[in-house]
């Protein structure tokens, strides 16, 4: 006590306050440091505040929004949102999304204002929901909304209401949320300066999701509208799984099912809502196209940043499609593509992206793509900060040779379509069938492949018994196919120099069938050579040699071979062209593997079973299932083929 009374009389009042403030004033770099150097679930929590809002929209409905503000009012920070249909949770002004637990800890740290809203009628949102509610670029009232004029209103409410912002607003989102990425981009608020579809939802009938040109994704549409398709009475912060079926083995539980009708009347009664809609919509009606974003990308005013994974099994077409889309509405805006070897959202912090699978790609490539690629788009969109150079055009990672390209446009500038043959005897080369007066003793006046396609025993989509849809499907092992006689395999000799592919497929098939209807499915496999565990990336793991990498796989509903919108039944035993483009692909086939092409005309459940006659497969009947002998033509003049986007070296 006395000590502190001596202290008193030496630093009188005045002085001891001047005192403090200059200690404050040298230790605060010091308590700065400190701070910077917390763990970013404690700095996060530290240095944020979370606030919940319904946020009304032009019609009355209000949507619920968490809003995640720094606690640093001392300068403006910019707003990243993402609008989601999977709920915003963990509700409740003190529970924090685990920004820590992804590369979003990079956003919080540089102090951006994160927001999450439920969309309208899911979760904690008023309103109706309605799956990939069509954009209505004609509205006619001002009451009338989108999915874009929600997106509006919640922007303007955010640049209104949260004082500490800078006035500039990044979208992004992963999937569905990136369809409403997509619907941001349309939603024309000027504070709107940057926006990233990621994988997203852009055509429900060519390419993602629920259907492949035409055919239906039977595993995928029913393993998630099971759940997600059950209607919501009131808002709710939980979820409700639906019908959770008993049965492991998925090929099994698919097949006992039967027809598709079946699914409906045993398994879907309380997610009926938009499966009925599948149902009632067999071919590419007004109803589906109006469903489909890419007519509409036009005056896009926002930096675009498209991302998807060469090797998504759910979104793999809306990626790429959606990028040309607005590349073609738009040729001078900003709009880049980034594609990297990735399941679906692994790029997001789901996965390091150095394989998928078995199949190994030499580096962490979704680290490379955040602090690479979005990290520095959103910083110089949002905060004006550094520069974009280093994103180019295409960021295309092309697996096999394991390196980012990063190219002027996409497909690549240098590229020769180049058509590889099907050859007698299983072969396969770039050279055109020779003649049947060249060959030695053929068995008729044409040549061909064939094979019987047996409904009521389809081929399974991966080999092993699986719960569902695995995500490593897209690289698996395609040993287990070539072993069945309902595939046809055909493999080219050892190549002796690289080959680079770059860009979509063309499948062009001539065939015959003895029925009225059929799938195409073709696949493009990467045949590792036998000796490849004495590779040093597949060192010692002779699991690898031989190894047959599915690069590409898709499917044709063969009654959409002419038209979408229109479909027409086979003429039994009619040769007839079947030919259809598949998704892009990146890869480069290494010297000493082999290409191999597989066709078949199952690929179950991933793909539901055609009946194989002409009738609505969505209301068919046991009865309808047949049997079907199949022809696939190698002669010249009826020469099948995959057309190949070659990159030139």
């Given at each position: 006590?006395?000590?502190?009374?001596?202290?008193?009389?030496?630093?009188?009042?005045?002085?001891?306050?001047?005192?403090?403030?200059?200690?404050?004033?040298?230790?605060?770099?010091?308590?700065?440091?400190?701070?910077?150097?917390?763990?970013?679930?404690?700095?996060?929590?530290?240095?944020?505040?979370?606030?919940?809002?319904?946020?009304?929209?032009?019609?009355?409905?209000?949507?619920?929004?968490?809003?995640?503000?720094?606690?640093?009012?001392?300068?403006?920070?910019?707003?990243?949102?993402?609008?989601?249909?999977?709920?915003?949770?963990?509700?409740?002004?003190?529970?924090?999304?685990?920004?820590?637990?992804?590369?979003?800890?990079?956003?919080?740290?540089?102090?951006?204002?994160?927001?999450?809203?439920?969309?309208?009628?899911?979760?904690?949102?008023?309103?109706?929901?309605?799956?990939?509610?069509?954009?209505?670029?004609?509205?006619?009232?001002?009451?009338?909304?989108?999915?874009?004029?929600?997106?509006?209103?919640?922007?303007?409410?955010?640049?209104?209401?949260?004082?500490?912002?800078?006035?500039?607003?990044?979208?992004?989102?992963?999937?569905?949320?990136?369809?409403?990425?997509?619907?941001?981009?349309?939603?024309?608020?000027?504070?709107?300066?940057?926006?990233?579809?990621?994988?997203?939802?852009?055509?429900?009938?060519?390419?993602?999701?629920?259907?492949?040109?035409?055919?239906?994704?039977?595993?995928?549409?029913?393993?998630?509208?099971?759940?997600?398709?059950?209607?919501?009475?009131?808002?709710?912060?939980?979820?409700?799984?639906?019908?959770?079926?008993?049965?492991?083995?998925?090929?099994?539980?698919?097949?006992?099912?039967g027809p598709l009708q079946n699914f409906t009347h045993l398994f879907m009664a309380d997610s009926i809502g938009f499966w009925n809609d599948l149902m009632a919509h067999p071919n590419y009606d007004?109803?589906?196209?109006?469903?489909?974003?890419?007519?509409?990308?036009?005056?896009?005013?926002?930096?675009?940043?498209?991302?998807?994974?060469?090797?998504?099994?759910?979104?793999?077409?809306?990626?790429?499609?959606?990028?040309?889309?607005?590349?073609?509405?738009?040729?001078?805006?900003?709009?880049?593509?980034?594609m990297g070897p990735w399941f679906h959202g692994s790029w997001g912090g789901r996965s390091d992206g150095s394989n998928l699978g078995k199949v190994k790609f030499g580096s962490k490539t979704s680290?490379?793509?955040?602090?690479?690629?979005?990290?520095?788009?959103?910083?110089?969109?949002?905060?004006?900060?550094?520069?974009?150079?280093?994103?180019?055009?295409?960021?295309?990672?092309?697996?096999?040779?394991?390196?980012?390209?990063?190219?002027?446009?996409?497909?690549?500038?240098?590229?020769?379509?180049?058509?590889?043959?099907?050859?007698?005897?299983?072969?396969?080369?770039?050279?055109?069938?020779?003649?049947?007066?060249?060959?030695?003793?053929?068995?008729?006046?044409?040549?061909?492949?064939?094979?019987?396609?047996?409904?009521?025993?389809?081929?399974?989509?991966?080999?092993?018994?699986?719960?569902?849809?695995?995500?490593?499907?897209?690289?698996?092992?395609?040993?287990?196919?070539?072993?069945?006689?309902?595939?046809?395999?055909?493999?080219?000799?050892?190549?002796?120099?690289?080959?680079?592919?770059?860009?979509?497929?063309?499948?062009?098939?001539?065939?015959?069938?003895?029925?009225?209807?059929?799938?195409?499915?073709?696949?493009?496999?990467?045949?590792?050579?036998?000796?490849?565990?004495?590779?040093?990336?597949?060192?010692?793991?002779?699991?690898?040699?031989?190894?047959?990498?599915?690069?590409?796989?898709?499917?044709?509903?063969?009654?959409?071979?002419?038209?979408?919108?229109?479909?027409?039944?086979?003429?039994?035993?009619?040769?007839?062209?079947?030919?259809?483009?598949?998704?892009?692909?990146?890869?480069?086939?290494?010297?000493?593997?082999?290409?191999?092409?597989?066709?078949?005309?199952?690929?179950?459940?991933?793909?539901?079973?055609?009946?194989?006659?002409?009738?609505?497969?969505?209301?068919?009947?046991?009865?309808?299932?047949?049997?079907?002998?199949?022809?696939?033509?190698?002669?010249?003049?009826?020469?099948?083929?995959?057309?190949?986007?070659?990159?030139?070296?």
């Amino acid at each position: 006590m006395a000590s502190f009374c001596l202290f008193k009389i030496i630093f009188p009042k005045k002085l001891l306050m001047r005192f403090c403030r200059c200690l404050v004033f040298l230790l605060f770099p010091l308590f700065s440091l400190a701070q910077n150097d917390l763990p970013d679930s404690v700095w996060i929590s530290k240095n944020y505040q979370k606030i919940e809002r319904m946020i009304p929209m032009r019609d009355g409905v209000k949507l619920f929004t968490a809003i995640y503000v720094p606690k640093d009012s001392s300068s403006k920070h910019p707003i990243l949102f993402t609008r989601t249909p999977y709920s915003c949770a963990p509700y409740g002004e003190r529970n924090f999304r685990k920004f820590w637990e992804s590369y979003h800890a990079m956003y919080c740290r540089e102090k951006y204002i994160m927001v999450y809203q439920d969309v309208r009628g899911r979760f904690m949102s008023e309103g109706d929901f309605v799956d990939v509610r069509p954009f209505d670029p004609n509205k006619k009232n001002k009451t009338e909304i989108d999915e874009a004029s929600d997106t509006y209103d919640a922007i303007d409410w955010l640049i209104k209401n949260v004082k500490s912002n800078n006035g500039n607003v990044g979208v992004f989102g992963i999937s569905y949320p990136g369809f409403y990425s997509t619907m941001a981009a349309l939603s024309g608020h000027p504070a709107l300066k940057a926006v990233s579809p990621q994988a997203p939802v852009t055509d429900w009938f060519m390419g993602d999701d629920f259907h492949h040109n035409g055919a239906f994704m039977l595993v995928d549409a029913f393993e998630f509208y099971k759940g997600f398709g059950v209607p919501r009475l009131t808002p709710t912060q939980t979820y409700n799984k639906g019908y959770e079926r008993k049965q492991e083995d998925a090929y099994k539980f698919y097949l006992d099912a039967g027809p598709l009708q079946n699914f409906t009347h045993l398994f879907m009664a309380d997610s009926i809502g938009f499966w009925n809609d599948l149902m009632a919509h067999p071919n590419y009606d007004a109803w589906w196209k109006a469903r489909n974003p890419r007519p509409y990308m036009k005056d896009i005013k926002p930096a675009m940043l498209v991302v998807g994974g060469v090797y998504d099994a759910e979104d793999c077409f809306g990626a790429w499609n959606l990028y040309k889309a607005i590349e073609k509405e738009n040729p001078s805006i900003y709009n880049k593509i980034v594609m990297g070897p990735w399941f679906h959202g692994s790029w997001g912090g789901r996965s390091d992206g150095s394989n998928l699978g078995k199949v190994k790609f030499g580096s962490k490539t979704s680290e490379w793509y955040q602090k690479t690629i979005e990290f520095p788009f959103f910083q110089y969109y949002l905060k004006g900060i550094g520069n974009t150079n280093d994103i180019k055009e295409a960021n295309v990672f092309f697996s096999g040779e394991n390196n980012w390209k990063q190219l002027d446009q996409w497909p690549p500038k240098d590229v020769e379509n180049k058509p590889l043959y099907l050859q007698p005897n299983h072969g396969l080369s770039f050279w055109h069938p020779r003649p049947l007066a060249y060959r030695e003793k053929p068995d008729s006046a044409f040549s061909y492949s064939e094979y019987v396609s047996d409904p009521a025993n389809p081929v399974p989509h991966e080999g092993d018994t699986v719960k569902k849809r695995t995500r490593e499907f897209m690289t698996a092992d395609q040993r287990f196919a070539a072993k069945r006689n309902d595939v046809l395999t055909f493999t080219s000799d050892s190549l002796t120099e690289n080959v680079s592919l770059g860009g979509p497929l063309v499948a062009d098939l001539m065939v015959s069938i003895s029925g009225t209807d059929a799938d195409f499915i073709v696949k493009l496999i990467d045949v590792f050579p036998d000796n490849i565990s004495s590779t040093e990336l597949y060192k010692n793991d002779s699991s690898m040699n031989g190894y047959q990498m599915m690069v590409r796989g898709e499917v044709l509903r063969g009654r959409f071979r002419n038209s979408f919108e229109k479909p027409e039944p086979f003429v039994a035993n009619k040769i007839t062209k079947v030919k259809f483009t598949m998704p892009d692909v990146a890869h480069t086939f290494l010297k000493g593997h082999k290409i191999m092409v597989q066709i078949q005309s199952t690929w179950f459940p991933l793909v539901d079973r055609n009946p194989q006659t002409f009738v609505d497969i969505y209301h068919a009947n046991p009865e309808d299932f047949e049997k079907e002998s199949i022809r696939i033509f190698h002669t010249e003049g009826l020469a099948s083929k995959l057309i190949l986007p070659v990159v030139k070296n």
